[in-house]
């Protein structure tokens, strides 16, 4: 499992299509690591042969989520994320949108969860005009970060 700066993206992605290598990309906060995280993962990996994530920073984070977020820090979701089995790369992005990060990775597949209605999911267009798929992989209920932090918050 590799944690790429941002300097790296390009050209190690690069080297993975000239070997014909189906890269799968996808993006989230992934603050609190949960079963429906691990399953929509393992899912995703499934689609190509390398598995790409993109991973906010803990200023993105807060913007998207509230000033009490993330839970844990950016390097930390990294490295543990990448320890999953599923997971075969990692980069964490600053950016509102994971946008720049996809247009380095360049991937064959995009992928985002249940929640995420295909023609709203940011790099549609790009993944689509170099001849990708763009997918919406199912949720899975009952599982939330955001759930999990309410549980915690209401003990």
């Known amino acids: 499992m590799i944690n790429l700066v ?8 690069e080297e ?7 890269i799968v990309f996808t993006n989230g906060c992934f603050d609190i690591l949960h079963l429906g995280h691990v399953r929509y993962l393992a899912e995703a990996k499934v689609l190509g042969q390398f598995l ?7 200023s993105s984070v807060r ?3 509230g000033p009490d977020r993330p839970v844990q820090n950016e390097k930390d979701r990294a490295e543990i ?13 600053s950016e509102s949108t994971p946008l720049e990060l996809i247009m380095l990775v360049k991937p064959n597949i995009l992928v985002k969860g249940g ?3 295909t ?7 790009e993944v689509e005009s170099w001849g990708g798929k763009v997918l919406s992989l199912p949720f899975v209920p009952g599982h939330s970060t955001s759930d999990i932090v309410k549980k915690i918050q209401d003990l």
């Open 52 to 58: 790409f994530v993109g991973i906010n920073s803990d």
């Open 119 to 125: 023609h709203k999911i940011v790099g549609k267009t």
């Open 6 to 13: 941002r300097g790296e993206v390009a050209s190690f992605c």
């Open 16 to 22: 993975l299509r000239s070997k014909d290598r189906k």
């Open 63 to 65: 913007t998207l989520k």
């Open 81 to 93: 994320l990448a320890g999953l089995k599923s997971v075969d790369a990692v980069s964490i992005f």
């Open 115 to 117: 929640d995420w209605d």
